[in-house]
């Protein structure tokens, strides 16, 4: 009885401990400015990336990090990639060759560029092992076993998606214009478009790991921007205001059906801070704006008074993080804070013993 409360205890202490772990970044896209560390929520260093190779960590999945960055060759800098775990140690003895992506179904696929400018992909397991022999053309995230790939056409530069299996077998010959990664045991599909404006007159639909259509939600043609069907509830919005400085969307929630859950409208941006389309919608039942967390009542759940939430992202296992700065303020003065689903913080930049060295520019975390 005392060992198994003891192994209960010490899962809950992992739990939170992997919960807890957040990167920050300094700006990386100066070099000079360059700083990346993994921190746990107390502030203590884990592990610091190599600032000369400009070093950065991104893309926690399925328990680990990729680690990415730039090395010097005879052909001019070329990327590299590792592993990284929770306690912030390296999971393979030898870097990787190429540009890793991140791992989904127990495989995570890599981007080599080789000599003559070329691009060839191929998919790794957690030991390095490659898995997939390489392949000349573009694939996604593999789910369930299954993948879309892109074939081309001819001697064009049009292509087509179909799926293959973990055996680079068609499960679904190229048929569509395009196929995203699958989500929820559907992909979207992209059925037609414009000859003259590929960007225009395009018609989407769904299909499952089959390759068979299933039924495709109910839209409202008035929706020029569609998010990602999470949780059966999906944001659809449409622009409002844009300019060279900022761009305004009015987004509202649709089920699965098509039909509208509230009539306010909320907004991804209101200072030109944007929330990226992929992080509006909901997890855990929460979805965020710049007005705050709403559920799907439409009602704002989390908020902090007198600040606007800005590059909020959606929750994941119930973290979420986002930058909060002052309505009132210069627009420069801002926080970064991670979240849970009852708005509670959980760690932030400010007040942060490491924020007198960082200046927190991204944050990413394990959950």
């Known amino acids: 009885m005392r060992t198994c409360i003891f192994l209960m205890c010490l899962f809950f202490l992992q739990t939170i401990s992997a919960q807890s772990i957040v990167v920050v970044n300094k700006d990386y896209a100066f070099k000079e400015q360059y700083e990346a560390v993994l921190v746990n929520a107390e502030g203590k260093v884990l592990r610091t990336m190599n600032k000369v ?39 393979l003895a030898k870097d990787i060759d190429g540009f890793a992506w991140g791992f989904s179904d127990g495989w995570c696929m890599i981007s080599k560029t080789l000599k003559d400018g070329s691009e060839l992909n191929y998919y790794i397991d957690k030991t390095g ?3 997939f022999k390489p392949i000349p053309n573009d694939m996604g995230k593999f ?62 639909a769904y299909i499952n790991t089959a390759g ?53 409208k909320f907004f991804s941006s209101e200072i030109g ?62 926080k970064y804070v991670v979240i849970n689903p009852k708005g509670k913080i959980v760690w932030q930049s400010v007040p942060n013993k490491l924020s007198v060295k960082f200046n927190i520019q991204n944050q990413f975390f394990s959950n």
């Open 53 to 91: 190779n400009m070093e950065d960590l991104s893309e926690y999945s399925e328990g680990v990090w990729v680690l990415r960055g730039k090395k010097k060759g005879a052909n001019g800098d070329f990327d590299y990639s590792n592993f990284i775990n929770d306690k912030g140690e390296k999971l």
């Open 129 to 131: 092992k490659e898995v």
């Open 143 to 204: 789910y369930k076993g299954v993948t879309w790939k892109k074939e081309p056409q001819g001697s064009d530069d049009e292509s087509l998606y179909g799926l293959i299996n973990k055996k680079g077998e068609w499960i679904l010959k190229p048929t569509y214009f395009e196929i995203r990664d699958f989500e929820n045991g559907i992909a979207q599909v992209m059925i037609s478009m414009s000859s003259a404006d590929r960007s225009s007159a395009q018609k989407y």
């Open 212 to 264: 068979k259509l299933v039924k495709d939600p109910i839209i409202d043609k008035s929706f020029t921007i569609i998010g990602k069907l999470k949780e059966g509830v999906r944001m659809v919005g449409e622009k409002m205001e844009v300019n060279s400085f900022k761009e305004k969307i009015a987004f509202v929630a649709i089920d699965s059906t098509g039909k509208a859950l509230f009539n306010k």
């Open 273 to 334: 801070d944007y929330i990226s389309l992929d992080n509006m919608v909901f997890q855990n039942g929460l979805c965020p704006t710049s007005d705050g967390y709403i559920n799907t009542k439409g009602e704002v759940v989390i908020s902090f008074p007198g600040q606007i939430i800005a590059d909020g992202t959606a929750f994941k296992n119930g973290l979420a993080t986002c930058k909060i700065i002052p309505k009132n303020g210069d627009g420069l003065t801002f």
